[in-house]
């Protein structure tokens, strides 16, 4: 109980950064298949426990990005999408790039979300009538997993149908290719 009480108590203190333009980021090259895999290696008992499987499919792509705070906000992601699933379901998870950005998108087998809660969705605390289910939380993790990501230069959509499930996909600019480089010019080729 009380190491849910100091996760919860980091992300409001998040919250508040966030919203004051505060948070503080560390903008890198992150390699996004091995952050990925950190997050669902760590979420395996949770989803093994809940009889949902978890899947990873992606390419071999870099992203500037703060490293913890991307890994925040796929935990925070993959997280929703396993507790709010069925038995049996199903969460995936995939990166691709995508010009100058990458795409990674979290897709889950849950029940949905309905149209008219849609626009609630990044309302802090807003639980989206689920505050007498048998779920925990306090309505955080997709407004915190937004803020995160904006803050990395990123942007946020999520689809969802009733009965089918949700995705949320995110996009982070791509590290930038490396320049190709040629040895000194040895002059003229001779016979």
Do not use: K
Not at 7 to 33: F, K, Q, S, W, Y
Not at 84 to 89: A, K, V
Request: glycine share 8%; hydrophobic share 40%.
């Amino acid at each position: 109980m009380g190491h849910h009480i100091l996760v919860v108590d980091d992300d409001v203190l998040d919250m508040a950064r966030i919203e004051a333009g505060a948070l503080p980021v560390d903008i890198e090259d992150v390699e996004v298949t091995t952050v990925t895999a950190e997050v669902i290696d760590m979420l395996q008992p949770l989803a093994a426990e809940r009889q949902v499987s978890l899947d990873l499919a992606t390419s071999a792509v870099t992203v500037r990005a703060d490293r913890r705070r991307l890994r925040q906000a796929l935990i925070n992601l993959v997280t929703n999408g396993v507790r709010y699933n069925q038995s049996l379901g199903s969460v995936h998870v995939s990166a691709l790039r995508e010009g100058p950005r990458v795409v990674i998108t979290v897709r889950d087998s849950g029940r949905g979300i309905p149209p008219e809660r849609l626009q609630r969705l990044f309302v802090p605390f807003d639980r989206l009538d689920a505050e007498d289910g048998p779920e925990p939380g306090v309505g955080l993790g997709l407004v915190l997993a937004r803020g995160l990501i904006e803050a990395m230069d990123g942007q946020v959509e999520v689809a969802s149908l009733v009965g089918e499930g949700t995705s949320v996909r995110f996009s982070l600019p791509a590290d930038e290719p490396s320049p190709l480089t040629f040895p000194h010019d040895p002059g003229p080729i001779t016979d």
